[in-house]
């Protein structure tokens, strides 16, 4: 009997498939990695009889990544970026996936991929049979062992036909993806790296934590501050406006519209005004009627979808695409990534509309369409990928909640608008005369409100019905007058119309626009004010400028805009992979040479937005080298700086950073610092200098006290470490001195934190081992708090061993605002399974230390 393996892109969708092709008969079992489920049924295959395994990745499987000696970077000139070794790594290591699919495919024949019907999803095909290679039976990289389903919508009609119709990925589009992906990571990286050490050493208010550079994300940034600078520069004039208005026969009061619209002479304005002052009367020259009409919407793509979501929801583009895409694998919408806004000729349009004729939020109208017949959709741009976004199944307000039930019932009443009539009114248009000038006045009479009665906010405002005027007719005028006015800037960009210069510009794809719009948030270049629109801080501003002074086609779109053309050439199999990757590098690598030295031009701008280094932050701790205090940084990434020494010293992130009683560091007499998230979180000392130079070769920067292997140091590991991590492999469970007296451990690799003996006088680490292989401890207490039994005042003992203490401990996730427990110790818990940590031979330590 065959076996078949079938792989989807995330564990929901794979449920979903799994159910639909075994018409609900699967049994389910939960993977190793605890994020992916198996699910198993027999069926056939090609008309064979075949034992099904459906599961899924989650996401990408592999990534790209530099080999490991490059990623430091402090020892690697970013330059070397653009030509050194890069390597496929496990893009989340901890689920282990490509172990998960290869112990998945023993046994397997066949592949079939259901992966998202995209490049990317056609990339991560190309990982997965990767992975697979050399595990499945047979070449996968035969189209007779490997298949790949194309569906748009989790539908059983739409998941059983790709399945009758299975073809074979498709190389070219993974491997534009392939190219994408390089030339994103070695450009980000080197102008990224570069100017992050550059800035950061320099200025001290510099509230960012990475100054990042991409080759789609600077564009984009480079869109919301071209608005920005429109603003500033934009100079406002002065304008005069005529204004009359009339009475009619019936006693309404009319105001008209000024033919020559504005004047921006004052002296002529006034002209125009005592022309017409002391007019009693209007005379009409002529009455238009012309019957108009308001077009019913093209279908539904992905860029207009969350133009709307940003404009009509208040939804960022990255949130409502998070949103759309859980609704397409819980089966309510089709495939949400598309360009195209035509149906095809064979597309179900009667289905998918009679799915809504029970709602009550809108089967009124989808029931008076059935009835009276389809209008013809608009023809739209076919992309040739996917169907326009539609609804799959009928959905209520009790099914979804929040933002995925308006963006649901955004989807639908835009699907069923399309297949309405257009909405028709009829504009009357009365033109007048007073003296010379012409002035004229429009109302509007609905006449067949068409899509708008499922779309209301399109619908015409209240009725403007005039009095029915005939030509000839005089009409009294009850007031003239001049009103002065002023030009105004445009306002700032919204995240709609920034989705649109994106689109128009070719920046990124329908999948990853909202991904860069929410990196310029992220990364402090823009903040999202009223309306999402985006206002461009003080450093996005700056970056820009300086873009534009050293070389402008960095930060322009024409520069990313033919760089995708290229990448779309690779991907329909017209252009070599290689020539594309090493003619666009090479191109980025002279500019990023250029960039290096004419640096000064963007630090510049820099010097005249922000305070350096000696200019900022507070006294803090004593320098090691010459006694004087460091400044503490606050702004983002903090750090310490020494005005005197002028070297920068980093420091731990996301916590509270404190002197530890003013001890110092044995090795090079910098004060010890604390730093902390709280009193149920983590905390550990450290020595700033250590933590940036690592004083010994098993210490590794970045660390702190209890990774120390100081031999006769108070504060190191080796005075306070305790027992191997009770969760992880390789951390060490160490005593933190300071978060007396609400006592703890803390896992120097992982969360895991172990608090003890609150309330106590002093605990210290004993020489003695246990029998599990844990350092004893030595409890001392206060005669009137004193917990332990009898009570005693003192104790020595195992915390995982001894009896007296197992209601003195208890386990926990360090986090910072909230601790979720997770149980107590038990006797043993399973020790003797652990390696003992070595007797603690002072004299070897020592002689190590000193060699």
Known sequence: M????????????????????????????????????VHEWAGSFQNVPARFKMTSVCGHVMGVDFIGKYNNWDRVDPAELFSCQIEKKEAMPKLKMPLFLRQEA????????????????????????????????????????????????????????AFNNLV???????????????????????????????FQGRYGDLDASLISYGPCQTPTLGFCVQRHDEIQTFKPETYWVLQATIKSKDGQEIPLDWQRVRCFDRDIASMFLQMIKDQKEAKVLSVTCKQMSKARPLALNTVELMRVASSGLGMGPHHAMQ???????????????TETTSYPENFDLVGVLQQQRNSSDWGKEVSEILSEGLNKPRKGHDAGDHPPITPMKSASKNELDGDAWRLYDYITRHFIATLSRDCTFLATTTTFQINDEIFSVTGKKLLDPGYTTVMSWQALGKNEILPTFTENETVSVIDTRLTEHQTGPPDYLTEAELITLMEKHGIGTDASIPVHINNICQRNYVTVSGGRRLIPTTLGIVLVHGYQK????????????????????????????????NHTMEIFRLKFQYFVKNI??????????????????????????????????????????????????????????????????????????????GVKGKSFTFCPYCYNNPPFRDMKK???????????????????????????????????????????????????IIHIFEDALKITVQDDICDCGSQLVNVEYKEDKTKLPNDATEMAGCIFCTQQFSNLVEKHKAIASKRVFIAKPTNNRGRGRRKPRPPKDKMSQLAAYFV
């Open 2 to 37: 065959k076996s078949v393996l079938m792989v989807a892109e995330k564990p929901s969708l794979a449920a979903s498939l799994a159910n639909i092709l075994s018409n609900g008969k699967n049994t389910t079992r939960r993977a190793f990695n605890g994020a992916c489920s």
């Open 106 to 161: 023993k046994g397997c024949d066949t592949l079939v991929l259901w992966l998202d019907c995209d490049k990317e999803g056609e990339n991560i095909c190309y990982e997965v049979m990767g992975v697979v290679s050399g595990t499945l039976s047979g070449n996968v990289f035969s189209s007779s062992v490997t298949y790949r389903a194309r569906f748009s919508a989790i539908t059983e009609k739409d998941i059983k036909a």
């Open 168 to 198: 074979y990925p498709n190389e070219n589009e993974a491997r534009s993806v392939d190219a994408r992906q390089e030339l994103d990571l070695r450009i980000g990286c080197a102008f990224t790296r570069f100017q992050t050490k550059f």
């Open 323 to 337: 949103i759309a895409e859980k609704l397409y694998t819980q089966g309510y919408i089709s495939y949400p990534r």
């Open 550 to 581: 050293i070389d402008a086609e960095l930060v322009l779109p024409t520069m990313r805009s033919a760089v995708e053309k290229q990448l779309n050439l690779i991907a329909v199999g017209k252009v070599n992979f290689h020539a594309v990757l």
């Open 600 to 677: 000064d031009g963007m630090d510049q701008l820099f010097e005249v937005s922000f305070s350096p280094l000696s200019a900022s932050g507070k006294a803090h701790s004593r320098c090691g080298k010459c006694r004087r205090y460091l400044k503490f940084i606050q702004a983002k990434p903090v750090r310490l700086h020494c005005p005197h020494c002028d070297e920068t010293y980093n420091l731990p992130q996301n916590g509270n950073i404190k002197i530890y009683k003013e001890l110092k560091c044995p090795l090079d007499d910098f004060e010890l610092l604390i730093w902390s998230t």
């Open 702 to 752: 970045g660390n702190g006290c209890n990774v120390c292997s100081h031999p006769t140091c108070p504060h190191s590991l080796n005075a306070n470490g305790v027992s191997s991590c009770v969760e992880c492999d390789g951390g060490v469970l160490v005593l933190d001195p300071s978060s007396s007296p609400k006592w703890k451990l803390g896992c120097n690799r992982c969360d895991v």
